[in-house]
């Protein structure tokens, strides 16, 4: 590629940035996904913004989050930033749920259905809500996820339909179950499961995420 198509690229390249000041001092740029100049709108100044910026507990990382203005682009982006100066990108970091574990060693995200964690280098872990038991279920959105007591929660809505007496019976109809999910980090193993009410479903309670089985 000569000099000069590769100059006319790169200016027709939108590029967002953000700025991170970390505790130390250190003040580092992120850039995030370009963007085609000849195809932004009237007052769009990039088909990518700077949603979140989320600094470690530890002060030595930050998760920097850029998302789609949904016009030209769709999902998300995060970097990982160090006061070094060192930028990476997460893989599969489309999430809209971003925070850090309290110790700072993991990065916690959320999409519309899929939970997933990162190490400080980079690496994930991936789990989606399970189906619940004795209904044909398909997950419909993670509404909600936190930390607890060392444990993560996993509030999710699922469209269900009771298992079916017999072949020939008439289909039953769908209805929607709240079910919030108890993992243990950080390697995601399931531990709980707490059926709510579907009049929860979108504001289950905190308390629903039990420890064990016979927890309150």
Sequence with gaps: MSFLLLASLLSSLVVPMTVVHFSSGQNVTVSGPGSD???LKDGE????V???TVISPRKDVAAVQFCGNHTMESGCVVYLARPTGGIQEL???SVTSLFWTADGRYLIGADRNTVRLWNLSGASRSVTPPPQPGMRSSLFEV???WLDRGGLCVASVFQTTPDQPRSDAPPLPLSTTAATTRYALPFLT???TTVSPPRAAYRVPEAACRISARSP
């Design 37 to 39: 100049a000849e195809r």
């Design 45 to 48: 100044t990039s088909a990518w």
């Design 50 to 52: 700077n949603t979140s």
């Design 91 to 93: 893989q599969d970091s």
């Design 143 to 145: 509404t909600r996820i």
């Design 190 to 192: 399931e531990l709980t």
